[in-house]
C-alpha cells in the first residue's frame, strides 16, 4: 500500500486534526491528537500514527497550520528592516492616527510600529499617481540603502514606496539588488498592489517577519515528507499553494485553518445545493463564521490580524473571543460573558485544573447538554459539580437558580456570537434568514440551533467530520492562487483594451506558478471578479464576469447588487476598481468527500437524561450517538446526539436526521 | 410577568441594539460617497427611546455621541410624535435643535412596533460641504450663524413612499458637490433602514414591553456605574480653565474656558458659567457639545465601561450661562467650537482635577482638529473637490507611560487620508509624513510627538482654509512635567516666500505651494530630572 495515502492536515493552537483517504480502496481515517507546537513534524507524525499510516505510506500531503498566525499574535516575529521613500519612514508609526479605545487612557491608544525608527530606511525616489517618475531612482542610490540595510544584519527587509502599484519599476530594481545581500525581500506592489501606504507596508513588513521562520519550517517539513510526498500548504484565500509559493509569501497562510474551514462547509454547501449558507466555527476561545455563497467561500482583501491591517485576499471569516472557555462575569449589575477566555489552562471550571469562574462549557454541563460521562480528548473527565458550584456563585448574585443562570450564560452567549453573524451577513448583503448555518468545531453544534433562532434560520447542518473539518477542507483543496490589481477605471473613460491586457498579465502571472505544478495550460478554471463602486464609494460590490470585460453587463451586475446590499442605485457614473483573479487547477485524483456509511455494529447504547431548556423544569431528553442514525430514523428534540468529539443539541420543537452521505440536518423549528 | 427582566435577558437585548447601532455605521462607511466619511469615517450612530433618552451607540465619534440624544429630545419638542409615521426619515441639522455645528447632519427615523412608537435611530454623518460662504462650510472669520451654510429645521425627506423630490432638491440646490451629498443622504437613509429593519426583529421576537423594560434596566445600570465611578472622586470643589487661542474672528485674544466642578455622594456638577462671553467667530460651543464633552471626561476619568446611554447623564448637571461661549445666542458662528472648543473643555476639566486624580489622566495633548481644508478643482477629472484633512498629534504622557505620537486624542477619532488617496483624488503631492522630533514635552514620562506633513500644490488654483488651535497656548504639562510644543502651519510660496499662517485662517494657493504642518506634541507628566537617560 505504498503511497496510497491522501492525507490532509490542520495543526491547530490545541489540536492537530487529520483525514486520510486511501486512493485504491477508498477506505476513510480520521483522527484528532494534541499538537505539539515546538515540533509541526512531530504533530503530522503522531497523527499519522493515530490513522495507521507512517509517512512513506503518504502521496500527497495537503497542510493547514496556524504557524504563521501564532507568530504574529505571539510577536514572534524575525526583526525586519523597512525601506521607504524619502519623507515616509514614519507612515508605519503614523498610522491612521486614530485610537484603539474611545475611552480609556490607561491602554496606549495605537500599537507600536512592527519596525522600530532605527531599523526605518528612506530611499530617494518618487513616482505619482499617474506613474510617472518624479524623482528617479538612481543605481548609486541603490547602493547606498543596500549597504545600510546590511549594516542592519536582519534576516529580511520589506520595501514600501509611495504609488509604487502604478509603475513597478523602483521596487523591483531595488528587490534585485536587495536580494542579494539580505536572506529575504518582500516588495510591497507584489503583496498589494493597491494605493494606502500604511496598509500596504504594514502587509510587506509582516510578510517579511514571517519569511525566515517559514523556510526553516518548510525546510524542515520536506526533509521529513521526502521528496515522493506531494506536500502542499492551505491558504487564507481558499486554496492550496506550492511549497515554494508560500515560501515567498508566508503571509498567505495567515488565515490557513479557518479558510481550510470554510472552504470545507463551501464543498458541503455545493454538496447539498445550498445557495447561501454561513460557516460556524465555535472552539474553546473563538468563533469564527463566514458566509458561503454558491458554495464558495467570500473572500476579502481588506482585513486585520491581530489588530494589524493585512491587505491581501483572505476568506471574510468574522472571529470574535467567544467559545466554550468564555468566561461569565458580573459588571456592576450587569452580567457579561466574555471576551475573556479560561483557555486550556486551567480552563472551564469542570476541567478541574483549578478554573473557579463559569465559562460557557460549565453552563453546557450544568444544562445537561454535555455529557459528565465521556472524555474529552481521552483525558479530560468534566466534573459536573464544579461546574454547578461555579456557576450557582454568579447565580447567588444575581437571586436566581443555577440553572437558570446557566441558561442565561447560553443565551447570553449566543448573543454575542449573533452580533459577530450578523456583521458577515450585512457585509455580503446577505439575509441571514434564507441561509443555512453550517456548524463544526468543538463547541458549534451546540449552539446551533439557537443561534439559528436568534436569525429565523430554519436550516442548520452539522456535517460529516465536523470536528476534523479544517483537514476535511485541506485534504478536498485544489491548487489555486489569487491576485488582485487596483484598475480605478471610469465607466465613462472605459479602456477595454487596457483592462483585457491587464488581465492577461494576471492570467499568466498565475498561470505559471500552476503550469509549473506540471498542469495544463488548458486545464486552469478562472474566476474573475470586478470591484465596482460609484465614484466616491469606499467600499466596492463584487461582481463576477467571463472575459473579455463587457461594460454595459458590469454596470448591470453592479446596480443589481448594490440595490441588494445598500437598496438603492443611482445613474451615476461608476468605477471599476480593482480587477481580481482566482486561477485553480482542477483536482487530480478529484476527491469528494467520501459517502461510504459505516454501518452500525452494535445497537447504540442511546440513553436519557435531564436536561434545562427554560427555566421552569428539566425534561427527560434522549441521548443518541451519532454513528448510529439513519435516514429513517428522524429524532424530534429535545435529543442530544453526540460523536467522538463533539454534543449536538436539538432543542423541544427542533427536529434532527441524517442524510445519505451522513451529514446531519436539523429543522430548527420555530422559537418558542 | 413582574416588571423586573431577567438579567441575562437584559444583556441579550443590550447585544442585540448596540449590533443595531454598529451595523448602522458600517452601513453609512460601506455605501456613502465622500472620503471624509468612508475614508475617515466622521460620523456616528445612535438608538434613543421614544422620549429621546439614548438606548446604544456604535463605536464611534465622542463629540457625536454625547450630542444625539438630545437631538431627538429637541427634535420632538419642534415635531410632536403625533405627526411621525413609520418610514419616515427627518433630518436636521440646526445647533439649536440638540446639535453641534451645520456640517453634521442628523437623519432621524422613527420606529415603530405593535402599533406604538418605540425608539428612535440617529444616523449623524459630517457632510463635507453644507454651504454657506466658503467651500467646506468652514468660515474662520464668521461673524454670524448664516456665513456658516444652509441651516436645515427637522425636515421629512422620506416617506414610507419614497423621497420626496423637491425639498431634497432645494437641499442639494445649496450645497457643493451635489451628487456626493445626495449619495451622503442616501446612505444616512439606507442606516435608519436598517436599523428600523432589525429593531422590528427585537420587538418581535421579546416583545416591546420586554425590550421597554430591559431599556429602563439599561438605563438604571448605567446610572448606577455612573454613581459608582463618581463615588470613586474624592468629594469637594474643583475649578480649572484652559484658553483657545483665539476665536478667528474678534480681536485675536486668548478666550477663557472655565469650569467649577462639584463632586457630591455619587453625583456631580459641571458649572462653566465663569467661562468667556460668547465669541464673534465660529469657536461658539452649543450647550449640547459642553454636555458631550461632560460625559466624554466623566467615563474617560471615572468609568471607561459604563455603557454609554441616557443613564450615565442622570447624576450629572452641567450649567452654562446664557450668551457665553457655551451657550451662544442663536446668531453665532460655531463651526470650530464642535472639535475646538470641545476639546478645550475637557482639558480644563482635567486641569481641574489634576489635583486629586493626577495617576487617572493624561497631560495635555493634541487637542484640536488639525484642520486644513483644501478645495479647487482637480484638473484631472474637471470635478470640484474638497480635502478635508485632520492632523492628529502628540499624546499627553501619563504618570506610567510616555505619551503616543500622532493620535487623535479625546473628542475626536477622525482617521487620516493616506497620501496615495490624496494624491489620487486632488490635485496636492504630499512630500513628507513624519514624526515631529522632539515636539512631546519633557517630564518623567515624555509627551508624545506631533507629526510633520507636507503638502505642495500640483493644479493651478486651491484655496485652503485653517481651523487649527494650540498654535499660541501650547498642550499643558502634568504634575511638573513640560508642556508640548505649540501646532505651527507655514506656507512657503513657490516665489520662494515664506509665511507662517494663524491657526484660523483662508488663503489661496498657487501652484508650486507648499504648506508644512506641524502638529503639537503631548505634555509630559511629572518632572524630568529623575528621568533616566
Request: proline share 6%; with cysteine; aromatic share 6%.
Amino acid at each position: 500500500m505504498n503511497r496510497s495515502w491522501k492525507v490532509g492536515i490542520d495543526i491547530g493552537g490545541t489540536f492537530t486534526d487529520v483525514i486520510a483517504i486511501n486512493a485504491v480502496d477508498g477506505a476513510v481515517r480520521t483522527a484528532k491528537v494534541q499538537s505539539r507546537s515546538s515540533d509541526p513534524a512531530a504533530s503530522i507524525g503522531s497523527a499519522y500514527q493515530a490513522v495507521g499510516i507512517d509517512w512513506a505510506d503518504v502521496s500527497d500531503l495537503i497542510h493547514g497550520t496556524t504557524m504563521a498566525t501564532n507568530a504574529i499574535v505571539e510577536d514572534r516575529l524575525a526583526p525586519v528592516a523597512l525601506i521607504a521613500t524619502e519623507g515616509f519612514r514614519d507612515t508605519l508609526e503614523i498610522g491612521r492616527q486614530n485610537r484603539r479605545e474611545l475611552y480609556r487612557l490607561d491602554v496606549a491608544p495605537k500599537l507600536p510600529p512592527l519596525v522600530p525608527a532605527e531599523r526605518r530606511l528612506e530611499v530617494t525616489e518618487r513616482i505619482d499617481a499617474e506613474g510617472r517618475v518624479l524623482t528617479p531612482l538612481t543605481d548609486a542610490e541603490i547602493e547606498r540603502v543596500t549597504k545600510a540595510t546590511e549594516k542592519l544584519g536582519v534576516p529580511a527587509v520589506a520595501v514600501t514606496l509611495q504609488q509604487c502599484f502604478t509603475n513597478t519599476e523602483h521596487e523591483t530594481r531595488l528587490g534585485q539588488r536587495l536580494e542579494a545581500a539580505v536572506p529575504y525581500v518582500a516588495l510591497s506592489h507584489r503583496m498589494s498592489p493597491e494605493p494606502r501606504e500604511f496598509e500596504r507596508s504594514n502587509t510587506t513588513v509582516l510578510n517579511a517577519a514571517l519569511m525566515p521562520l517559514t523556510a526553516s519550517y518548510l525546510d524542515k517539513l520536506e526533509k521529513t515528507a521526502g521528496s515522493s510526498t506531494n506536500l502542499h500548504l492551505y491558504h487564507s484565500a481558499g486554496g492550496m499553494a506550492s511549497v515554494e509559493a508560500v515560501k515567498d509569501r508566508p503571509l498567505a497562510l495567515a488565515l490557513s485553518g479557518p479558510a481550510a474551514g470554510v472552504a470545507a462547509a463551501g464543498r458541503i454547501a455545493e454538496e447539498l445545493g445550498l445557495a447561501q449558507a454561513i460557516g460556524f466555527d465555535m472552539g474553546g476561545t473563538t468563533t469564527d463564521t463566514c458566509v458561503i455563497l454558491d458554495g464558495k467561500a467570500q473572500v476579502d482583501g481588506n482585513q486585520r490580524l491581530a489588530e494589524r491591517p493585512v491587505r491581501q485576499l483572505m476568506v471574510a471569516v468574522e472571529s470574535i473571543g467567544a467559545g466554550g472557555g468564555s468566561i461569565a462575569r458580573i459588571q456592576g449589575r450587569a452580567i457579561r460573558v466574555g471576551p475573556d477566555s479560561a483557555g486550556a489552562d486551567p480552563g472551564p471550571a469542570c476541567y478541574g485544573h483549578g478554573g473557579e469562574q463559569p465559562t460557557v462549557s460549565d453552563a453546557n454541563l450544568v444544562l445537561g447538554y454535555l455529557n459528565s460521562g465521556y472524555l474529552l480528548g481521552k483525558t479530560i473527565r468534566l466534573d459536573p459539580q464544579l461546574a454547578l458550584a461555579a456557576t450557582k456563585k454568579l447565580a447567588d448574585a444575581f437571586g436566581v437558580s443555577a440553572q437558570e443562570a446557566a441558561l442565561g450564560i447560553y443565551q447570553v452567549a449566543n448573543a454575542n456570537m449573533a452580533r459577530a453573524l450578523r456583521r458577515v451577513a450585512v457585509e455580503r448583503g446577505v439575509d441571514a434568514r434564507a441561509c443555512t448555518l453550517i456548524a463544526f468545531g468543538g463547541a458549534g453544534p451546540m449552539h446551533a440551533v439557537a443561534l439559528a433562532r436568534e436569525f429565523g434560520i430554519t436550516h442548520v447542518v452539522v456535517p460529516k467530520f465536523s470536528s476534523v473539518f479544517s483537514a476535511l477542507g485541506c485534504l478536498t483543496a485544489e491548487l489555486s492562487y489569487a491576485e488582485q490589481h487596483a484598475v480605478h477605471m471610469s465607466s465613462t473613460a472605459w479602456q477595454a483594451d487596457e483592462l483585457e491586457n491587464l488581465r492577461r498579465e494576471m492570467h499568466q502571472r498565475l498561470a505559471l506558478l500552476l503550469t509549473a505544478a506540471g498542469h495544463a495550460g488548458d486545464s486552469l478554471l478562472a474566476q474573475h471578479i470586478a470591484l465596482i463602486r460609484y465614484a466616491g464609494q469606499s467600499d466596492t460590490v463584487e461582481v463576477p464576469f467571463i472575459p473579455p470585460a463587457n461594460r454595459d453587463s458590469l454596470g448591470a451586475g453592479f446596480k443589481t447588487r448594490h440595490e441588494r446590499l445598500y437598496g438603492f442605485v443611482t445613474d451615476e457614473p461608476w468605477e471599476l476598481e480593482t480587477l481580481r483573479l482566482t486561477l485553480s487547477a482542477p483536482a487530480g485524483n478529484d476527491i469528494k468527500i467520501p459517502t461510504a456509511r459505516a454501518v452500525p455494529t452494535s445497537t447504540p447504547n442511546d440513553d436519557s437524561i435531564a436536561c434545562w431548556f427554560d427555566t421552569n423544569s428539566p425534561i427527560p431528553t434522549a441521548r443518541h450517538d451519532r454513528a448510529g442514525l439513519t435516514t429513517e430514523k428522524k429524532i424530534e428534540g429535545p435529543a442530544i446526539i453526540e460523536d467522538q468529539w463533539s454534543t449536538i443539541v436539538v432543542p423541544p420543537g427542533a427536529r434532527a436526521w441524517s442524510d445519505t452521505t451522513g451529514h446531519l440536518h436539523i429543522d430548527a423549528g420555530t422559537f418558542t | 410577568m413582574n416588571s423586573k427582566v431577567n438579567p441575562f435577558t437584559v444583556e441579550v437585548i443590550r447585544n442585540a441594539l448596540t449590533a443595531i447601532a454598529e451595523e448602522m455605521s458600517l452601513v453609512v462607511m460601506r455605501s456613502a460617497r465622500s472620503p471624509l466619511l468612508r475614508e475617515a469615517g466622521d460620523l456616528s450612530s445612535a438608538l434613543t427611546d421614544a422620549a429621546g433618552n439614548l438606548i446604544a451607540q456604535g463605536r464611534d465619534i465622542p463629540a457625536h455621541l454625547g450630542i444625539m440624544g438630545y437631538t431627538v429630545q429637541e427634535f420632538l419638542h419642534r415635531v410632536p410624535a403625533e405627526r411621525l409615521s413609520p418610514g419616515d426619515v427627518w433630518f436636521l441639522n440646526l445647533p439649536e435643535l440638540g446639535g453641534n455645528h451645520l456640517p453634521d447632519v442628523k437623519a432621524v427615523r422613527p420606529v415603530f412596533a405593535e402599533g406604538v412608537l418605540q425608539a428612535f435611530a440617529v444616523s449623524l454623518a459630517h457632510w463635507a460641504d453644507i454651504g454657506g460662504a466658503q467651500p467646506g462650510s468652514y468660515v474662520p472669520h464668521a461673524r454670524d450663524a448664516w456665513q456658516e451654510g444652509l441651516r436645515i429645521p427637522p425636515l421629512r425627506l422620506f416617506t414610507a413612499a419614497g423621497p420626496d423630490r423637491e425639498k431634497l432638491d432645494l437641499i442639494l440646490a445649496n450645497v457643493r458637490g451635489a451628487l456626493e451629498r445626495e449619495g451622503d443622504i442616501l446612505a444616512q437613509m439606507a442606516s435608519t433602514r436598517s436599523a428600523d429593519e432589525r429593531l422590528a426583529e427585537v420587538f418581535k421576537r421579546y416583545g416591546a414591553a420586554t425590550v421597554q423594560a430591559a431599556i429602563m434596566d439599561l438605563h438604571d445600570q448605567s446610572e448606577s456605574e455612573m454613581r459608582t465611578a463618581l463615588r470613586s472622586l474624592p468629594q469637594g470643589l474643583y475649578t480649572g480653565e484652559d484658553w483657545l487661542d483665539d476665536d478667528g474672528a474678534g480681536d485675536g485674544e486668548p478666550i477663557a474656558v472655565r469650569v467649577g466642578i462639584e463632586i457630591g455622594d455619587g453625583e456631580a456638577t459641571f458649572d462653566f458659567s465663569l467661562t468667556a462671553d460668547a465669541a464673534r467667530g465660529p469657536l461658539n460651543a452649543t450647550p449640547f457639545t459642553t454636555a458631550a464633552s461632560v460625559f466624554y471626561a466623566v467615563k474617560a476619568i471615572a468609568g471607561p465601561d459604563i455603557q454609554p446611554n441616557a443613564g450615565c447623564a442622570r447624576p450629572l448637571k452641567i450649567i452654562t450661562r446664557p450668551g457665553s461661549l457655551l451657550n451662544p445666542p442663536l446668531d453665532r458662528p460655531v463651526v470650530g467650537g464642535n472639535h475646538e472648543t470641545s476639546q478645550r473643555i475637557v482639558d480644563a476639566i482635567f486641569r481641574a482635577l489634576e489635583p486629586v486624580v493626577a495617576k487617572r489622566l493624561t497631560a495635555g495633548g493634541s487637542t484640536t482638529s488639525g484642520l486644513l481644508l483644501f478645495s479647487g478643482h482637480d484638473p484631472r477629472s474637471g470635478r470640484w473637490t474638497t480635502l478635508y484633512e485632520v492632523h492628529g498629534g502628540g499624546e499627553g504622557a501619563r504618570h506610567d507611560r510616555d505619551g503616543m505620537p500622532a493620535v487623535r486624542p479625546h473628542m475626536s477619532n477622525v482617521m487620516n487620508t493616506p497620501a496615495e488617496v490624496i494624491e489620487a483624488n486632488y490635485p496636492i503631492l504630499i512630500e513628507r509624513q513624519a514624526l515631529r522630533r522632539g515636539s512631546g514635552g519633557a517630564g518623567r514620562h515624555r509627551g508624545g510627538d506631533g507629526q510633520v506633513r507636507v503638502y505642495r500644490v500640483v493644479g493651478p488654483e486651491v484655496a485652503l482654509t485653517t481651523m487649527v488651535e494650540r498654535c499660541r497656548i501650547p498642550p499643558f504639562g502634568l504634575c511638573g512635567g513640560a508642556p508640548g510644543e505649540t501646532f505651527c502651519i507655514t506656507l512657503e510660496r513657490a516665489s520662494g516666500k515664506t509665511l507662517k499662517l494663524p491657526g484660523k485662517t483662508s488663503v489661496q494657493l498657487e501652484q508650486g505651494d507648499r504648506i508644512v504642518l506641524e502638529s503639537s506634541g503631548g505634555g509630559g507628566f511629572g518632572t524630568a530630572t529623575a528621568q533616566p537617560a
